[in-house]
């Protein structure tokens, strides 16, 4: 029998990795349910596979550590979804880089902040708890989170030093601290969570005490 002229068959590997996504989301997901059901220590490899339907293997050959699969949770929270795209690649940020007006720009930042702390302060509020427990794994998730910040703090400082909006005399790095302090899950969680403000006060208070500090009295 000829086989002239027939082509050989490709193999498509995007029905297994789409496969591989859905697992994997499914695993992110039980894992989130049962940290905020159950806490740190009782969220365990096995209970997420059992909780996903998966073997701990699957876990495991997914994430490689507790700490690991503790990160893609939080990685998804941030984000809002799993899609691989960074969140300053995303349409909320790329609103405020291109926004010419400083007390425009951080206005619409404190928005994303008021968006960001309200996903992450229920998970961030036990994790931290957890991590003050002196648990080690914990402890470097931590520090991977606010050095996270300090360099997304960096970003807003600079935005606002391009179109010449931070106050005179405010150097870089103090500006950058001014941003990661102010902008913290905790700070969210103690005014709406511990003192019952509305998410529509924090982001007012928010965007108006980042104007009043970076950009000084008479803002552009």
């Known amino acids: 029998m000829s086989h002239e002229g027939v082509k050989p068959r490709r193999y498509d590997n995007s029905t297994r990795a789409e496969q591989a996504r859905a ?21 365990t490899i096995k209970a997420v596979a059992g909780a996903a339907g998966v073997s701990i293997d699957t876990v495991y050959k997914a994430f490689g550590t507790k700490g690991n699969l503790i990160k893609g949770v939080y990685d998804v929270v941030l ?3 799993d899609e691989p795209t960074p969140l300053m690649e995303r349409p909320v940020w790329r609103e405020f880089a291109a926004e010419t007006s400083a007390v425009e720009k951080l206005h619409k930042y ?12 229920p998970l961030l509020a036990l994790l931290l708890s957890a ?4 648990n080690p794994e914990l402890a470097a998730f931590a520090d991977t989170i606010e050095g996270e910040r300090l360099v997304g703090a ?3 400082v600079r935005a606002l030093t391009e179109i010449g909006g931070l106050r005179p005399g405010l150097g870089f790095e103090r500006a950058r601290d001014i941003v990661w302090t102010l902008n913290s899950p905790q700070v969210y969680q103690l005014l709406a969570g511990g003192r019952g403000w509305t998410d529509d ?12 500090q970076l950009l000084g009295p008479s803002p552009r």
């Open 23 to 43: 697992t994997r989301r499914r695993i992110l997901d039980a894992t989130y349910r049962l940290l905020l059901e159950n806490g740190y220590a009782a969220t």
């Open 79 to 81: 984000a809002g979804d």
């Open 110 to 121: 404190a928005a994303v902040c008021r968006m960001l702390s309200a996903r992450l302060s």
């Open 131 to 134: 991590a003050r427990s002196g």
């Open 154 to 156: 960096g970003a807003v």
């Open 201 to 212: 006060e924090y982001e007012e208070w928010l965007a108006h005490t980042l104007t009043t």
